[in-house]
């Protein structure tokens, strides 16, 4: 590849890390110096297939930010200046391990994608049918469901417990699980999908712009940023900025750019919001504190789950498939399962005496802690095989239509961009029951929208 062809910021990543990481690094071991050279490796790779990709965004964009940012650049920086979140009793040869085990899920991935890529057919998806039915059925029905939803919401919450996430919490956290299921996915699946059928129909012209502008609101003020946990921030949002189609994610790297602004400035500070309002005026009197503990703290604690996995399958061995049983199996209650399985951040830290285990477990370490090596690898191959397809699908339709077609799974398409951030730093156990229980409320609600109207 001619040197023109590459990216300006690739190669300024490439040649910053080298710089200050790789050329005054002294080594006391050879183990140590093949550590520093492997983050290297997965850092110029991982960043490198960010910008290869010619689509504005995709899902394979997201597995490659993921993977630049929580298993390679971030964990570089712990490791060199020896802060480990949640203790530094990891050895070398753990850190390599991983390492060698993050760059062979790369080659996986990207064969297992590349070959799925290339397999896509040409033909458009179908829109849905009855799409006039469907606009009637969204102005009228669709919109007293909508209102119903976001009152709801209100009710449960409080109006003064909108604001901040520390008062939601506290205003949610005496709900039993059934109350908590229906609050955080019912309710959010169906506004979220009804909200992002408004952009795109607005943008087709199809309703009016005081319907819209009244959507939006009520959408925006169930779904306040600084109330709502970060995970479903950035699909909220995410996919609302990717349904509008701005200039700036029309571009092939605009995406990437503001992506890389929100998880490095926009998520350390809106974590603030988990905080009394003491708690973060205190905070914020020294703000190179907040993001000191978020990129050196359990914010970034995500390499540190994987050479915890690695360390426990050594020690105690495979669960043989438990925890994906349990992840599987979300919906069955512990009432009636006593022997469910916990998440995978947590039964790692709780096997190690933590008394906080509210820790995430990155995707390739519960494809280690179910089935060791083998099944990091097929856990990797399962989503490049999902994020091919995927990303074919989606890219034809928005191509073939020149804007989302009312499509359900080409509208979930935009959610689920945040969501597979979400759930490759894990744990699965909770990403999947949320990504689940978001689909199938947006996908009911769907169905009673496209469903033809009988005339008696």
């Known amino acids: 590849m001619k040197l023109t062809r590459l990216n300006p910021i690739w190669v300024l990543i490439v040649l910053s890390y080298f710089f200050i990481f790789v050329l005054p690094h002294k080594s006391e071991t050879a183990t140590e110096s093949y550590v520093i050279y492997s983050f290297f490796l997965n850092t110029i790779l991982s960043s490198y297939f960010i910008f290869a990709d010619p689509r504005p965004y995709s899902l394979n964009k997201i597995f490659w930010l993921f993977n630049f940012s929580f298993l390679s650049f971030i964990p570089v920086c712990q490791y060199e200046l020896k802060v480990i979140p949640w203790g530094n009793n990891i050895n070398d040869s753990t850190y390599l391990i991983a390492n060698i085990i993050i760059l062979l899920s790369f080659i996986v991935f990207k ?55 520390s008062s939601m919490r506290e205003a949610t956290e005496n709900s039993n699980n059934t109350l908590s299921l229906l609050f955080d996915q019912l309710l959010r699946g169906c506004i979220l999908y009804y909200t992002l059928c408004a952009v795109v129909l607005f943008r087709r012209r199809q309703i009016g712009i005081f319907w819209f502008t009244v959507t939006m609101i009520l959408s925006l003020l169930v779904n306040f940023p600084l109330s709502t946990a970060r995970f479903y921030v950035a699909a909220f949002y995410m996919s609302l900025a990717v349904a509008f189609n701005s200039r700036l994610f029309r571009s092939r790297n605009g995406f990437t750019y503001v992506f890389l602004v929100m998880l490095t400035v926009i998520f350390p500070l809106i974590g603030l919001a988990r905080y009394s309002v003491d708690k973060i005026n205190v905070l914020l009197e020294d703000p190179q504190s907040v993001f000191r503990n978020s990129f050196l703290a359990g914010d970034f604690d995500t390499y540190t789950s994987f050479c915890r996995a690695i360390q426990y399958v050594s020690d105690y061995g495979t669960t043989s498939g438990k925890q994906l049983l349990s992840v599987l199996l979300f919906f069955v209650p512990r009432s009636v399962w006593p022997g469910k399985a916990v998440g995978s951040g947590a039964f790692i830290y709780g096997q190690m005496r933590y008394e906080f285990t509210n820790i995430s477990c990155p995707f390739i370490a519960e494809g280690y802690i179910n089935f060791g090596f083998a099944g990091s690898m097929i856990f990797i191959a399962a989503l490049a095989w999902l994020v091919a397809v995927y990303d074919n699908f989606y890219w034809r339709a928005k191509s073939f239509y020149d804007i989302i077609p009312i499509n359900y799974y080409a509208i979930y398409y935009c959610v689920f961009l945040g969501l597979l951030f979400f759930m490759l730093r894990g744990d699965l156990l909770f990403s999947f029951s949320i990504i689940t229980g978001l689909f199938v409320a947006g996908y009911v609600f769907n169905k009673y929208l496209v469903t033809k109207i009988t005339l008696k």
């Open 111 to 165: 064969a297992v994608n590349y070959f799925f890529s290339q397999k896509g057919g040409n033909a458009p998806p179908a829109v849905d049918r009855f799409s006039q039915n469907y606009l009637l059925k969204f102005n009228n029905q669709g919109r007293v469901i909508f209102l119903g939803l976001c009152a709801l919401m209100v009710a449960i919450v409080g109006f003064e417990n909108l604001w901040i996430r």
